[in-house]
């Protein structure tokens, strides 16, 4: 993580929270938990419906982080490389575009990051919190991808620069 004008005390800081939250976690959850709650409603929001009275990206994202369980724990267990997660997040990726496309404005999925971020997120609260991963979270903490967005943008110590003197 590029953290500029953080001093040592700060980094000492994160790296704890860090560890404690990925890697001592508590409580650990359910897949089911996870899959239902990674997700903040503002995620949903910039994907929008073709048929107002069907689904919409909460229910698809839900429904295919449910129906491939046995597939993403399996996808998460085998990684062994960041380019493995990469891959396989991008598989979750192409199966939930595949089902957003049924009811969901084309042009609202053609940013990259529009899909892979909810991915990310979820990988990531897997990874870390998910009650089966206590033999891999360890291992697979060191290639999860930062879910990049304005929050992180925002961040008093992440991506930020020091001011200059005049």
Known sequence: MLCLGVNMSQ???????????????????????????????????????INKKMGGAKSVFTRVLIEEKENIIK????????????????EVCSIISDELKKNIKGHQLE??????????????????MYEGFEDVRER????????????MFKSEFCLARKKQKN
């Open 140 to 151: 697979n903490t060191k290639f999860l991808f930062l879910p990049l967005d304005s929050w």
């Open 75 to 90: 996808g998460i267990k085998l990684a062994e490389t960041v380019k493995c997660i990469d891959q396989f997040s991008g």
């Open 111 to 128: 940013s990259y990051n529009k899909i892979r971020k909810p991915v990310d997120i979820v990988i990531e609260h897997m990874t870390a």
């Open 11 to 49: 980094v000492e800081i994160m790296n704890k929270v860090g560890d404690r939250v990925f890697l001592n976690p508590y409580p650990l959850y359910s897949y089911e938990e996870l899959a239902l709650k990674s997700l903040g409603s503002n995620t949903y929001r910039g994907f929008h419906k």
